[in-house]
Nanobody, 124 residues
Framework: QVQLVESGGGLVQAGGSLRLSCAAS????????IGWYRQAPGKQRELVAT???????NYADSVKGRFTISRDGAQNTVFLQMNSLKPEETAVYYC??????????????????WGQGTQVTVSS
């Protein structure tokens, strides 16, 4: 099984910064892609930033230049540094990871998992 545990959300004033973390755990984990999405009240979940195993990144246009995604591959942890936050970016931020893991019998299985989400609130 694969678990994703997020942390780092909270309340920040407009223009402030937060750093989110997402730690992935599982047996013989191989992560092909990992990233962050967010969902504001009454809106659809949207991509914020993703990173593939080779290191390539993809950002939503609205966060380019302000948000940075990075990864500690050895720890299977991904970070999202968010600077110059705006009130409209108040949302629940979710971590998503895709890849493979090994079952207790040694079989490789694909996964596409979500974390439980962490609330980010930006006050004006």
């Amino acid at each position: 099984q694969v678990q994703l545990v997020e942390s780092g959300g909270g309340l920040v004033q407009a223009g402030g910064s937060l750093r989110l973390s997402c730690a992935a755990s599982g047996s013989t984990l191989v992560i092909n892609a990992i990233g962050w999405y967010r969902q504001a009240p009454g809106k659809q979940r949207e991509l914020v930033a993703t990173m593939r195993s080779g290191g390539s990144t993809n950002y939503a246009d609205s966060v380019k230049g302000r948000f940075t995604i990075s990864r500690d591959g050895a720890q299977n942890t991904v970070f999202l540094q968010m600077n110059s936050l705006k009130p409209e970016e108040t949302a629940v931020y979710y971590c998503n990871a895709q890849g493979t893991y090994s079952t207790y019998r040694g079989y490789s299985r694909a996964f596409d998992n979500w974390g439980q989400g962490t609330q980010v609130t930006v006050s004006s």
